[in-house]
């Protein structure tokens, strides 16, 4: 009976399946799916959630705590802030940056999926032990056993392979400065010899009514000052004029404030009756 417990599945928890496991497959294909790379990183993290959400369900409390905190609150947080401050755009996700990594990422995708088949086929076909028999002493305790026992040579190689990756991903990070740092001083002497812009760079939107940091400031004379923009921007083709749009909302302004207080046209050819009746009469 104790058996048979074990191995069946209750209504809630069938409805749990099929609700949440709809939404992490929905997940993980709008993770590969997306343009922006946000929309993928939010995705994602949506999965990562659902899938603690599971391991808490199936009494692997440890599992599912490390999931939302390591993973999903640390790692994608992470990485969703890196994106939304630096910017990534589809157009950039297309540049291979290595020769092959499509197909490299193809075949191990591939690979992954028949291990995963694999995994799940001897899980239904074979016998297991059950919840209760594995966390007969703890569930810490009981994966810790599993870690450091039987697991063991699995879980040093692991940790190899991530020292490993954070090492070369310093390497090629770092670069080894060979010549001294130039002071403030000799970059501003620098800079006054060379004639560049000397002071701060005026912000974005100055006159143009907008305070995006994609909308080029405007000049006394309406036009546009490539000074407020960001070169990053400006090489995407990711600024937006509003000049024009901002000199007629202006016009349309300055129109029915001379409505409102009565006035006529104002500039240099509306000069006042009486000054035309003396320019006339002389």
Same mark, same amino acid.
């Given at each position: 009976?104790?058996?048979?417990?074990?191995?069946?599945?209750?209504?809630?928890?069938?409805?749990?399946?099929?609700?949440?496991?709809?939404?992490?497959?929905?997940?993980?294909?709008?993770?590969?799916?997306?343009?922006?790379?946000?929309?993928?990183?939010?995705?994602?993290?949506? &999965?990562?959630?659902?899938?603690?959400?599971?391991?808490?369900?199936?009494?692997? /409390?440890?599992?599912?705590?490390?999931?939302?905190?390591?993973?999903?609150?640390?790692?994608?947080?992470?990485?969703?802030?890196?994106?939304?401050?630096?910017?990534?755009?589809?157009?950039?996700?297309?540049?291979? &940056?290595?020769?092959?990594?499509?197909?490299?990422?193809?075949?191990?995708?591939? %690979?992954?999926?028949?291990?995963?088949?694999?995994?799940?086929?001897?899980?239904?076909?074979?016998?297991?032990?059950?919840?209760? &028999?594995?966390?007969?002493?703890?569930?810490?305790?009981?994966?810790?056993?599993?870690?450091?026992?039987? /697991?063991?040579?699995?879980?040093?190689?692991?940790?190899?392979?991530?020292?490993?990756?954070?090492?070369?991903?310093?390497?090629?990070?770092?670069?080894?400065?060979?010549?001294?740092?130039? &002071?403030?001083?000799?970059?501003?002497?620098?800079?006054?010899?060379?004639?560049?812009?000397?002071?701060?760079?005026?912000?974005?939107?100055? /006159?143009?009514?907008?305070?995006?940091?994609?909308?080029?400031?405007?000049?006394?004379? %309406?036009?546009?000052?490539?000074?407020?923009?960001?070169?990053?921007?400006?090489?995407?083709?990711?600024?937006?004029?509003?000049?024009?749009?901002?000199?007629?909302?202006?016009?349309?302004?300055?129109?029915?404030?001379?409505?409102?207080?009565?006035?006529?046209?104002?500039?240099?050819?509306?000069?006042?009756?009486?000054?035309?009746?003396?320019?006339?009469?002389?």
């Amino acid at each position: 009976m104790s058996a048979l417990a074990a191995t069946a599945t209750s209504t809630g928890e069938a409805v749990q399946f099929w609700v949440l496991g709809t939404v992490a497959v929905l997940g993980a294909l709008a993770t590969i799916l997306m343009k922006k790379a946000v929309h993928s990183a939010l995705s994602l993290a949506a &999965t990562m959630i659902i899938l603690a959400v599971f391991y808490l369900a199936n009494g692997a /409390y440890f599992l599912g705590v490390v999931q939302i905190i390591v993973y999903t609150g640390a790692i994608m947080m992470l990485f969703l802030f890196v994106v939304m401050l630096v910017g990534v755009t589809a157009a950039d996700s297309l540049k291979e &940056t290595l020769k092959g990594q499509r197909w490299l990422a193809a075949a191990c995708g591939l %690979g992954f999926g028949i291990l995963l088949v694999s995994g799940i086929g001897r899980a239904s076909l074979g016998t297991f032990e059950g919840l209760g &028999t594995a966390n007969a002493g703890g569930n810490v305790e009981g994966l810790a056993a599993l870690i450091f026992t039987t /697991y063991v040579f699995a879980f040093e190689i692991t940790g190899a392979l991530l020292i490993t990756a954070t090492v070369g991903a310093m390497l090629l990070t770092h670069r080894e400065r060979t010549e001294r740092a130039r &002071t403030q001083r000799e970059l501003a002497e620098q800079r006054v010899r060379e004639g560049k812009h000397l002071p701060p760079l005026p912000a974005p939107g100055v /006159y143009a009514r907008h305070n995006a940091v994609d909308i080029a400031g405007l000049l006394p004379d %309406g036009t546009p000052s490539e000074l407020t923009v960001n070169k990053t921007l400006r090489a995407r083709g990711q600024i937006r004029d509003v000049s024009r749009q901002a000199l007629d909302d202006l016009k349309a302004l300055e129109q029915r404030s001379e409505e409102r207080l009565g006035r006529g046209p104002s500039g240099p050819e509306a000069s006042r009756p009486q000054d035309r009746e003396e320019e006339n009469a002389q």
